[in-house]
């Protein structure tokens, strides 16, 4: 295929001869109307003679088969270094960077991926601004554009492609992730590539490739105004001290007002050292938001939020960036979300959010997973068979401490065969070949209703007779299932059928203690997602504690430098100087 920017004097030949022939084929025709010629002049046939390739393609086409050859063990057909791979044999080894223009525009693209939360050095941008001369130079080697070439091809094509799927592989952190990766043709990616350069608009490549949802350029612009914040100076310390309240004085309000203030909280107009109703209803806010109790008191567990650094709110951004280019993309249609940081469950219609309700997630050492499913079912009046981890770690010494421990939560012992048994039979100290099933009815530890959907978890969502603990603001208490504060209204929406299962049909059947399974008409994406930054209303962004301490592996990922691979193929060789 030859070059589409820079076509070669044989190019504009062959080009040529085929314009000269359909000229004389239609002269032919024009001569002697509705017959066909025999005898006029012959259409002249283009044939393509293969060249030899420039000294430039001929340096690239060296590095790119050395580069195949080491890699040869290598199944990953779309990671990076084989995209550039089959971008040069797709255009015949051709150089694509020819001129200042398109460079340009890559390098400032490149160094704007800071404000993605990402390093602009994983894509040899100091290095690239060195050798940025051989443009220009006349003395520059064709080994030296060769490797210049490479390397901007190598950098542009794997910072659209981060931007688009994300850097790390989210499977290498957490073994439960089963998301489908934004899923790219990789034909047409690099013709798109192709295109951009013979236009001269490859920035406009960077901003197509970004995650399309609206979060995502909220998110970008919350950690741009935090850098700025962080470049002068970040926000001051509040000292520790005696509990500040509503209607005190202390000299800390001046700075607990300014401290709110950066974070995008309306504080009123109050000055001083009082501390007023606006402050109060402005520091609530943030308690609520940070899942603290929000009684307005300046207390060590507000205070200890109010202390962490710009920087690590800065990070906390960087790692929710990367998750959003992780999954923004499969938030489309019809789907239920679990927001597991955010212990809630929403509910999405087009894309939208329609319903949401509080739920409980895993504790810390029994996690919640991140993964994705379809709801497929449910089950109103449940039984509940104890998962074989909750029966040794926290029913078995519940037995053996009180032997009406059964009797009193309604739980039957069963064999290998699924008859029961005598509780009396069974040797508690060390017991074998049995499970517990609980009956269904009020009291059930998976209540009146379970949303069910395929898993390796034993994971649900479903109702729970422990409704008081919605009201706590921090709600990790499960063993890892999701418990869901409106379950039936939940029901509702998934069954869609507003004749027959409607909230009163919901009631009367769960009403009939009758434990009776309900298709779903056609199965409802569920997504299991772990986010430790929210979006607030005029774009404000607030923080979650890291209830599972995600984050720091994450950005340990994240931050891990990336080196071209074709550094080590191009050399460290000294460029021209720049202009």
Request: with cysteine; net charge positive.
């Amino acid at each position: 295929m030859q070059n589409p920017i820079v076509p070669d004097r044989y190019s504009r030949a062959v080009c040529s001869i085929a314009v000269l022939g359909l000229l004389l084929g239609a002269a032919a025709r024009a001569q002697q109307p509705g017959t066909a010629s025999t005898t006029g002049p012959q259409v002249v046939q283009a044939v393509a003679v293969e060249q030899p390739l420039g000294p430039v393609a001929e340096q690239i086409r060296e590095q790119v088969e050395q580069w195949r050859v080491a890699h040869a063990e290598v199944d990953a057909a779309t990671s990076p270094g084989h995209v550039v791979v089959a971008f040069y044999e797709q255009n015949r080894f051709a150089p694509a960077w020819t001129g200042p223009g398109n460079v340009d525009q890559l390098l400032t693209a490149l160094g704007e991926m800071a404000a993605d939360g990402l390093d602009p050095q994983d894509y040899a941008l100091d290095e690239l601004q060195r050798r940025r001369g051989v443009l220009l130079d006349p003395l520059a080697t064709p080994r030296q554009r060769a490797q210049f070439d490479l390397l901007a091809t190598d950098a542009c094509l794997t910072a659209l492609l981060h931007l688009y799927r994300g850097k790390v592989d989210p499977a290498t952190l957490d073994t439960h992730w089963n998301f489908d990766p934004h899923q790219f043709d990789q034909s047409r990616g690099l013709q798109a590539v192709r295109d951009a350069l013979a236009r001269g608009t490859v920035g406009s490549l960077f901003e197509r490739a970004r995650p399309r949802p609206a979060q995502y350029g909220q998110l970008r612009t919350a950690l741009a105004g935090l850098r700025t914040l962080a470049a002068q100076g970040g926000w001051a310390p509040l000292a520790d001290g005696p509990t500040l309240k509503p209607g005190s004085r202390d000299p800390r309000v001046a700075v607990l007002r300014r401290r709110l203030q950066q974070g995008g909280y309306p504080v009123g107009d109050g000055v001083g050292d009082l501390y007023d109703p606006a402050l109060e209803a402005a520091l609530k806010q943030f308690q609520r938001e940070q899942y603290l109790v929000a009684d307005g008191h300046l207390g060590k567990a507000t205070l200890a939020a109010l202390n962490v650094p710009v920087a690590a709110r800065i990070e906390q951004l960087r790692a929710n960036l990367e998750r959003a280019r992780w999954l923004l993309h499969q938030l489309q249609g019809k789907f239920v979300v679990v927001d597991i940081a955010g212990y809630q469950v929403v509910y999405y219609r087009d894309g939208k959010p329609v319903w949401r309700s509080r739920v409980q997630v895993g504790k810390p050492y029994r996690s919640t997973p991140v993964f994705k499913s379809e709801i497929t079912y449910l089950t109103l009046n449940p039984t509940w068979t104890v998962p074989p981890t909750i029966l040794k770690s926290d029913i078995l010494p519940k037995i053996r401490n009180n032997p009406g421990y059964l009797a009193a939560n309604r739980l039957r012992v069963l064999d290998g065969q699924g008859r029961v048994v005598s509780a009396a039979s069974v040797n508690w100290s060390n017991p074998h070949g049995i499970v517990l099933r609980q009956d269904a009815g009020p009291g059930n530890s998976l209540g009146r209703l379970v949303i069910r959907f395929p898993n390796d978890y034993a994971v649900y969502l479903h109702d729970t007779p422990h409704q008081e603990l919605f009201a706590r603001e921090q709600r990790p208490f499960s063993s890892g299932c999701i418990r869901v504060e409106r379950p039936r209204e939940l029901a509702g929406l998934l069954l869609d059928d507003p004749q027959h299962w409607n909230a009163q049909g919901i009631d009367r059947a769960i009403d009939t203690l009758k434990t009776q399974t309900v298709m779903l008409r056609e199965p409802v994406p569920l997504l299991l997602a772990y986010w430790t930054v929210d979006l607030r209303e005029a774009g404000r962004i607030s923080f979650r504690p890291d209830i599972y301490q995600r984050d720091p592996p994450l950005l340990a990922a994240l931050d891990r430098p990336r080196a071209s691979p074709w550094l080590s193929t191009v050399g460290a060789a000294a460029p021209p100087a720049q202009p």
